[in-house]
């Protein structure tokens, strides 16, 4: 299967997917559910080669590795983690700051210093009240995805825990609302001087975030320019308005 996936990769000239990096050689330092990796080689398509990315959690490094040979090697790529003995997977292209998750001035600083980032995993605590703060304090900085690792651990902890998640979840669908939540009524959307006089009322958050997809035991937030809402209406000639 492998020298399948080789020789074909050398007749059309392509770079390997992320899930054929993985599945190249035995990385018995990397922790994640199966799908996870398929959807990061979907998630992680299209994207330009150099990013700046963070993973929160970094247990033995094995994913911190494998971001930085997909992408290219002028990308950066940060790993956040308490424990200090990770910082000895620092190397090349790989940054790894000693902190708690859950520190939001912390992370805010983190994020200045490197002027942001494309991609934030939460791969970390799975605590709920951790994946809430950190959410609040990198999304604001994060210009492409920012995605929830391990969601069903939150059936796992004390109330609770699965309610705040649910909570959370319930915000970030509203927040995808706003538009529809300032206008009561589809009608409003025809007048375009209603839209300017209430675009205040708009959060930065909902200006940037395109979608929100759930998987099982993850959460993927898409970032990138979401305009208001247009409406599109067929005028069929005799018809009533309806």
């Known amino acids: 299967m492998r020298l399948r996936r080789l020789v074909s990769r050398a007749f059309t000239n392509r770079s390997p997917t992320l899930a ?10 990397i922790d994640k559910w199966e799908h996870y990796i398929t959807k990061y080689s979907e998630l992680f398509f299209g994207l330009p080669p150099k990013v700046t ?9 094995g994913s911190l590795r494998l971001w930085s040979e997909y992408f290219s090697s002028d990308s950066v ?18 940054k790894v700051a000693i902190g708690d998750q859950g520190d939001q001035r912390f992370l805010s600083d983190l994020s200045a210093q490197f002027g942001g980032f494309d991609i934030v995993i939460d791969d970390g605590s799975h605590l709920v009240s951790d994946q809430i703060a950190s959410f609040q304090t990198l999304i604001r900085s ?3 995805a ?31 609302h706003e538009w529809f939540v300032a206008a009561g009524t589809s009608e409003s959307f025809d007048d375009a001087k209603w839209i300017n006089q209430h675009q205040t009322e708009i959060s930065d958050l909902r200006r ?14 898409r970032l ?15 018809a009533a308005k309806t």
Request: overall charge negative.
């Open 53 to 61: 990315l963070l993973e929160i959690g970094v247990y033995r490094g």
């Open 142 to 144: 994060t210009r492409c």
């Open 20 to 29: 054929e990096r993985f599945y190249e050689h035995p990385r018995p330092d």
């Open 224 to 238: 990138g320019t979401n305009p208001p809402p247009k409406r599109l209406r067929t005028k069929i000639e005799g």
């Open 146 to 176: 920012y995605v929830i690792e391990d969601t069903h651990a939150a059936y796992w902890q004390a109330p609770p825990s699965k309610a705040d998640l649910s909570d959370f979840l319930i915000q970030q669908h509203d927040t995808l």
């Open 77 to 94: 790529i940060v790993g956040v983690d308490k424990n200090p003995h990770c910082k000895t997977y620092e190397k090349a292209n790989i």
């Open 208 to 221: 940037r975030l395109v979608s929100i997809e759930l998987l099982d035991s993850m959460m993927i937030f």
